[in-house]
């Protein structure tokens, strides 16, 4: 189950605190992990008895004008089935 209140509260966190930490922790063992065909994005599936959630992390190129040793990283949460 994937809480999303915690999701929430920590989106408001970063808006006032940018660069903050927060967890996102499954309940359940069941895992799956695999790149997306002919991508550099990782999506990991977290099977849980009330659902699935996925998260989904990539590293875009550098933008123009943009320092090349900085890097940022996306990641995107989602329920895909379930609460």
Known sequence: MIDEDAVADAECMKA???????????????SKQLYLPDTAVLISRF???D???EVQDFM????????????RMVR????????
Do not use: H, K, N, Y
């Open 51 to 53: 659902g699935v959630g």
């Open 60 to 71: 875009p190129p550098p933008r123009t004008g943009e320092a090349a040793q900085r890097q």
């Open 16 to 30: 006032v605190a940018p660069g903050g930490v927060f967890r996102i922790s499954p309940e359940g063992d069941g």
């Open 47 to 49: 099977l849980m008895p």
């Open 76 to 83: 995107r949460v989602l329920a895909v089935r379930g609460r």
